[in-house]
């Protein structure tokens, strides 16, 4: 069982930035592909970026290609979103996502979220304009 906990969101003005962070619990993090996924008021949950086991292939969606970036540290068992030139539709909960297995896989399933084994509680980011 892998626990998800994020941190770093809050209030930011369009424009600004903010980096999220992941920590998960299970000591063989570098098994996990990991990933970000948000969720507006009123709407679905969306994908926003992926990453394998070693960082060395990473998925975003076209929304937030550009301006978010997504790495991981697999010594701190943390996994990270840069979001820069944030936007007011950047606004969302966003969750940190995990699957087992070191390599990305299809840029459909992290789309879909399917294998998402594990999913952290979400921290809100807030985007004013």
């Known amino acids: 069982q892998v626990q998800l906990v994020e941190s770093g969101g809050g209030l930011v003005q369009a424009g600004g930035s903010l980096r999220l962070s992941c920590v998960a619990s299970?000591?063989?993090?570098?098994?996990?592909?990991m990933g970000w996924f948000r969720q507006a008021p009123g709407k679905e949950r969306e994908f926003v970026a992926a990453?394998?086991?070693?960082?060395?292939?990473?998925y975003s969606a076209d929304s937030v290609k550009g301006r978010f970036t997504i790495s991981r540290d697999n010594a701190k068992n943390t996994v990270y979103l840069q979001m820069n030139s944030l936007k007011p539709e950047d606004t969302a909960v966003y969750y940190c996502?995990?699957?087992?297995?070191?390599?990305?896989?299809?840029?459909?399933?992290?789309?879909?979220?399917?294998?998402?084994?594990?999913w952290g509680k979400g921290t809100l980011v807030t985007v004013s304009s």
């Open positions: 996502a995990a699957r087992t297995g070191r390599i990305l896989g299809q840029r459909g399933n992290w789309v879909s979220g399917y294998g998402v084994g594990y």
């Open positions: 299970d000591r063989t993090f570098s098994n996990y592909a």
């Open positions: 990453i394998s086991w070693s960082g060395g292939s990473t």
